[in-house]
């Protein structure tokens, strides 16, 4: 079976999927690709079914080595990609040959590039999903980052498949554009001030350095709580801006707690749900209120546009 | 309250995000509330729209999460709003007993004395008081497959440690206020280490992952540390 030898790991690397949505009655979040949008349009560029297991890797990628020929794709964040010291586009399907080296750096900007090669990575399921779940070591290969040394093995082609050509990098960095995230209200909206509110929306809020796959921490604004009511610990969805004990909004990501206490003021939409993938510790963003209406028009916005390539 | 709106429904059914809405079945942890809850979560396991990808019920409340490729707010809303109506009409369903073997104290109990001093009992009545309750799960959460048990005698309530142990072992049985639980996987955790169990309460690899499920009630039983021993082999 070809494999892939990673020579370098890069800064943290793992396997994903689009996750396992159905656990979290076990006390286990989804998981899965932190910028899905750039993940499934990886796959479908390589002629994989969306959910193939690909590399995810984050501010600085690895150094790969293939030992056959293989079709692979990178999606999201540009990392600096050079194929045997040639640099190589994203966002198109890329041949690779027996024995070359896929080498990438640092980003130029956002903070993951997906890695989708012919076929996927083949890892055993955990759950139901091939997802590396970090916190818990769950999935992926190991539950771990990957290291160096390591060999990934290549699944079989999955045959002729729905698949898009190329992909128009402007158009997908607009759907990526993490300086503008979209919410709807929370459940508990309505226990915060009208002018903490107003001004989440109106003011400037940083990415912490502390933030990760589990949760997104916000510096710069403050949710100011009117009700200070005991809380009862309530199912968390990913994408929920809570605010903590002094005000501190907070986003579960990808790998969050199951449940929590701490009340919600918004959901981040559905939407730019991938835009949270790539957001960089230090960046700033803005958020924007929309209706639910919104949310399901600008989804359905984006699918529509995934399904015009196809 | 635009959070609302999008529902005809009332308070208790809120969109938690564009894909996830929150039923909410009372305000209290209670027995009574557990068991809404869980008459609630048969309802909507008997009744599962395609696009629903989770059902999460906690203390007092589900949250349902759904594909919104596939379906929507109002659907959902309006499925679960039909069963919300029903919720107090049927019969509580029943219950799995699951026994769990616990070695108390010793090296695998390291809070048993404390908590006996803290209770002013001795440890064999802390320990008697841990065995005769049978209790509820009312969820899981924190780390996979770790179930809130409740609730326990009063006497035995003996708050979490101010200073955290960085790492539980696996299987140890911990005491917070009226709730007991069993740490499945070597993690950070607060709660008054009472004693450990042999059982490997969550693994991936078993058809079925977690030992404990909402809604299962759970009995406990003493061990000895040889058996301890025995059962871990």
Not at chain 1, 31 to 41: C, I, M
Not at chain 1, 280 to 307: C, N, T, Y
Not at chain 2, 17 to 37: C, K, N, Q
């Amino acid at each position: 079976m070809p494999v892939i030898r990673v020579v370098e790991p890069g800064y943290q690397t793992t396997v994903q999927d689009l996750g396992r949505p159905g656990c979290a009655h076990m006390g286990v979040s989804a998981s899965g690709a932190a910028d899905t949008l750039s993940f499934r349009l990886g796959n479908l560029l390589v002629g994989n079914p969306e959910n193939t297991s690909s590399l995810e890797m984050t501010f600085t990628g690895g150094v790969f080595e293939f030992d056959a020929d293989n079709l692979v794709a990178l999606t999201g964040a540009d990392f600096q990609a050079k194929l045997d010291g040639t640099p190589i586009p994203c966002w198109v399907p890329i041949e690779v040959k027996a024995g070359q080296t896929l080498a990438l750096g640092r980003t130029r900007g956002g903070a993951r590039c997906y890695l989708s090669v012919h076929g996927g990575i083949d890892v055993p399921l955990a759950l139901g999903s091939a997802s590396t779940h970090l916190r818990t070591g769950l999935g992926g290969l190991e539950g771990r980052a990957l290291r160096a040394g390591d060999e990934l093995r290549i699944g079989p082609s999955p045959g002729p498949h729905r698949a898009i050509r190329q992909v128009h990098p402007q158009k997908a960095l607009r759907w990526l554009d993490a300086r503008i995230i979209r919410v709807t209200l929370g459940p508990q909206a309505h226990w915060f001030s009208a002018d903490s509110a107003e001004r989440f929306f109106r003011e400037t809020a940083n990415v912490s350095e502390d933030s990760d796959r589990m949760s997104i921490r916000l510096a710069g604004i403050r949710l100011r709580q009117l009700r200070r009511d005991e809380m009862l610990t309530e199912g968390i969805c990913c994408g929920a801006v809570q605010a903590l004990p002094d005000g501190q909004p907070v986003i579960s990501f990808v790998e969050h707690q199951t449940t929590g206490a701490y009340p919600k003021f918004a959901s981040v939409i559905t939407a730019d749900l991938p835009r949270l993938g790539q957001l960089m510790p230090g960046g700033s963003l803005h958020f924007e209120l929309v209706s639910f209406e919104d949310a399901r028009a600008i989804l359905r916005a984006q699918e529509e546009w995934i399904d015009s390539m196809t | 309250m635009q959070a609302a709106s999008a529902l005809r429904t009332g308070l208790d059914i809120v969109p938690a995000s564009d894909h996830s809405i929150l039923v909410t079945l009372g305000h209290e942890i209670s027995p009574e509330v557990h068991a809404r809850v869980r008459r609630f979560c048969h309802l909507l396991t008997g009744n599962l729209h395609d696009a629903i990808l989770n059902v999460h019920p906690v203390y007092a409340s589900v949250l349902v999460t759904f594909e919104p490729r596939e379906s929507d707010l109002e659907e959902i809303g309006a499925l679960l709003d039909l069963l919300l109506r029903k919720v107090d009409e049927i019969e509580d369903p029943p219950a799995r007993t699951v026994e769990i073997p616990v070695c108390y104290g010793g090296e695998h109990g390291p809070d048993l004395a404390e908590v006996a001093r803290m209770c002013g009992l001795p440890p064999e009545e802390v320990i008697e008081r841990h065995v005769a309750g049978e209790y509820s799960v009312y969820f899981l959460g924190f780390a996979p497959g770790f179930a809130y048990l409740g609730n326990i005698d009063e006497r035995i309530a003996a708050p979490r440690r101010e200073v955290p142990r960085s790492e539980v072992p696996p299987g140890s049985v911990g005491i917070n206020g009226r709730q007991t639980g069993i740490y499945p996987l070597a993690t950070p955790g607060g709660w008054r280490l009472i004693g450990r169990t042999p059982l490997k309460i969550f693994d991936p690899q078993r058809e079925r992952p977690s030992v404990l499920a909402f809604g299962d009630r759970v009995k406990f039983y003493a061990i000895t540390p040889k058996e301890f021993e025995s059962r871990c082999r």
